[in-house]
Structures are given as structure tokens and as C-alpha cells.
């Protein structure tokens, strides 16, 4: 449950008193700008006057974005257009202020509006430039327009998902995005500490690409010592078995994983078949896999004869790797999630007590937290100009009656 120690903890995470400049759109770059804002960071999000287009991205509630609401949580707001003369140098004024800024545009469009890294380190030389691209600042695709779903075709991902029989399966959420803003946070972090320890700022080109491609395993390897192209195994895996999803007697799915020879044994023990277990084959991952239609069908056999609650009961008791397949209702409710507030709930000013994800980790020392949600486009306009930069009020409402904020 949100409480006031959670905004505390923010304020006092790990990265308290570094100020991110969140100059991105959509996912990859402002979600990296969330984890640091999640553990500390003053995240101060600049958007066009006319709005990130992830406000608008997703369900709402009486017209409230509810992903802008995770996605914008711990960041203050405020608006310029960085491709006018004024915008630009109220931008810089705050770039001056800053341990760290985020952009995503494509390659070259900073330069074109004279906001290219060199400059900005001219003016700011601790500053760390995290760009992400879809394809990296170099390299012949460098300027080609890129989403998640170009990059999760492009490095292997869709053509490894699905059943063997059917197309290549794109996710249903960003997961290269998603992949992207975990590598970037990292990044950031360790930049930051180069520089606590003597160093100078520097320019983080982070593609959405080269993550996605690091998580998806020896595949490249695999190829150039053996000229393997590995294909779609639907819910099973090249490398050990049993590994699917089951439907129980009371049609609830649950998936089962037997990476390790002990729970393989376990698993087998429990449905039924220990003769398998004495096999010589059986002891090793590759072998069980060539059986694995066998070993799928005493599994499924079994778990279809059984409820759900009993499937779950008998793998617990015996130490096997089962879960269920939840749905988000399941989630939300799950013990688990609940008594460790991996779902957590935050007051919002718009839409009152919402829940939405907590932090990814829990730090004895500085565990950070969520301060706030989502905010309104430009709310914080006058703290940062006025109060901050010193800027004269009367000339931040001429360049917003310009269309500048």
C-alpha cells in the first residue's frame, strides 16, 4: 500500500540529487527515465507542447491515460519545442542543471537543431547522453525509422516464437523497448559512477537491437560453429523437456519446467512414471528432449485428470517447477503479489487510489519508491522555469501564447 515512506524512499533512493532530463518519447527512453526515477533521480520530463503521444497510448479513464500514469510516475513536467530558438535555450538553461539527459530521436535531428553531445558538453561536461535509436548512431540502418516490433523481427526473436507449423510471433507488449530501458538505466548508472570516480561525461549509443539480441541466447554462436538455424518450438524448448503448458480438469492452464535433471526426476516421479527416470538417455537435457512428445504426454495426462488446486498442491509437495498461467485478475490477487507489494497502490490526483507495478527491486539500504504518478502535460512549467532557472513569467506566457511551451 502507498504510503508517505514510499514518496520518502524516492527522495532518499541511491540516485538522489542527480537530475535526468527525460527529452524522449513513447517507451524505451522515457521507461529507463522511470527506473531512475523510481530509486531518487529528479526526472524532469520535456515534451512538445503538444505531448508525448504515450499519453494518449493504451486504455483510459474519463479520457486519463493510464499508461502515462506508470510511465510518467516520479517526473515533473514541463514543455518546450527544442526546434525554435527559445525552446532550445530554455532547454539548455536546464541542460546546464543536469547529471543526465535522454533522447531518442533519429540520428542526426539534435545536430540538425545545434543540440548535437558536443555542444551540450561544452556547456555541461559531467553530463551523460544516453541516445537511443532503433539501430544505433552508426552503421547503414542507423537512419531508418524503427519500432519494437521491426527490432523483435530483425534480431531472431518472432522467427523462434510460435508453433513450428505456424507464422512468426510478435509479443503482444514492447518487449524490445522494455529490453532497451533496462540496458539504458544500466548504462546511465554506470556512466554515473565513471564519473563519481575521476570521470568525465560522456554519449551512451544504445540501440534497441543489441539487448534484445544479448537475452536471446547463444543463437549467433550456435551458427557460426555449426551453421544452425535454430526454429519454432511452440511452448516447448531445444534445450530440456518436459518444458509446456498443460491444461488441467477444470480448464486452467499451468506451465511446467524441468531445467535442472533433480526437477525433471521429481516431475516424472509425481505423474507416474519413474521407469523414465532410470533410463539412460534421461540424465541428459538434449536426450530427454529428443523424447519429449513421451515425456509431454505423461505430463499432460496426468494434469488433465486433476484440478488446478490439486495440480499445484502435488508439485509443491514433491519440490517440482510449476506455476500457473495467470491473467492480470489472477495476478493482481495472487498471495504473493499482494503480501510483497509487487503490485503496489498510489494515490493519483486524477483518478484517486490506482495500482500499478512497484519497483523491480528491493534495496536494504535505499529502496526507492514511487513519489507520485503520471503527471499533467506542462504542470510543472513555473517550478522549473521560474523557481529554478529564473526565468521571468511574463516571458514563459508569451512563448506559451507562441506555441514555444
Not at 507488449?173 to 570516480?197: I, N, Q, S
Not at 519440490?319 to 493482481?332: E, H, I, K, N, R
Amino acid at each position: 500500500m502507498f504510503t508517505e515512506r514510499a514518496a520518502e524512499n524516492q527522495r532518499a533512493g541511491p540516485l538522489a540529487g542527480m537530475r535526468v532530463i527525460d527529452a524522449a518519447t513513447v517507451y524505451a527512453g522515457p521507461l529507463a527515465a522511470t527506473m531512475l526515477g523510481d530509486f531518487g533521480a529528479d526526472v524532469i520530463k520535456v515534451e512538445h507542447p503538444d505531448g508525448d503521444s504515450a499519453r494518449t497510448h493504451g486504455r483510459s479513464k474519463n479520457g486519463v491515460g493510464l499508461w502515462w500514469k506508470v510511465l510518467g510516475r516520479n517526473k515533473r513536467t514541463v514543455t518546450a519545442k527544442l526546434s525554435t530558438p527559445q525552446g532550445r535555450e530554455l532547454f539548455l538553461e536546464l541542460v546546464r542543471t543536469a547529471d543526465v539527459l535522454i533522447e531518442n530521436f533519429r540520428p542526426g535531428v539534435f545536430e540538425k537543431w545545434d543540440l548535437s553531445p558536443e555542444l551540450l558538453h561544452e556547456i555541461n561536461p559531467g553530463l551523460i547522453v544516453l541516445r537511443v535509436t532503433g539501430f544505433g548512431q552508426t552503421g547503414p540502418a542507423a537512419h531508418r525509422r524503427a519500432f519494437g516490433t521491426l527490432i523483435e523481427a530483425m534480431s531472431g526473436l518472432a522467427h523462434l516464437t510460435g508453433d513450428p507449423d505456424g507464422p512468426p510471433t510478435l509479443p503482444p507488449f514492447g518487449l524490445a523497448d522494455g529490453t532497451a530501458a533496462l540496458a539504458g538505466a544500466y548504462a546511465a548508472t554506470l556512466a554515473l559512477l565513471h564519473r563519481e570516480r575521476g570521470g568525465a561525461g560522456q554519449v551512451i549509443d544504445l540501440s534497441l537491437l543489441e539487448p534484445l539480441l544479448m537475452i536471446l541466447g547463444p543463437a549467433p554462436t550456435v551458427y557460426d560453429q555449426l551453421g544452425e538455424i535454430p526454429g519454432r518450438h511452440g511452448n516447448r524448448s531445444p534445450n530440456n523437456a518436459p518444458r509446456n503448458t498443460y491444461l488441467t480438469r477444470d480448464g486452467r492452464w499451468v506451465a511446467v519446467s524441468a531445467s535442472s535433471l533433480g526437477v525433471a526426476e521429481r516431475v516424472m516421479t509425481l505423474v507416474g512414471h519413474p521407469e523414465l527416470v532410470a533410463q539412460p538417455w534421461f540424465s541428459s537435457a538434449g536426450k530427454r528432449v529428443e523424447h519429449a512428445d513421451e515425456l509431454d504426454g505423461h505430463v499432460a495426462e496426468w494434469i488433465g485428470a486433476r484440478d488446478e488446486a490439486d495440480v499445484v498442491a502435488e508439485f509443491e509437495r514433491v519440490g517440482a517447477a510449476l506455476a500457473p498461467v495467470y491473467t492480470v485478475q489472477d495476478l493482481v490477487n495472487d498471495r504473493h503479489v499482494i503480501e510483497r507489494d509487487i503490485i503496489t497502490t498510489v494515490d493519483d490526483h486524477q483518478l484517486g487510489p490506482i495500482r500499478m507495478q512497484n519497483v523491480m527491486f528491493r534495496m536494504s539500504g535505499t529502496p526507492g519508491g514511487i513519489a507520485f504518478t503520471g503527471r499533467d502535460l506542462g504542470e510543472d512549467n513555473d517550478e522549473v522555469y521560474v523557481k529554478e532557472l529564473a526565468q521571468e513569467l511574463g516571458r514563459l506566457r508569451e512563448l506559451k501564447d507562441k506555441g514555444v511551451l
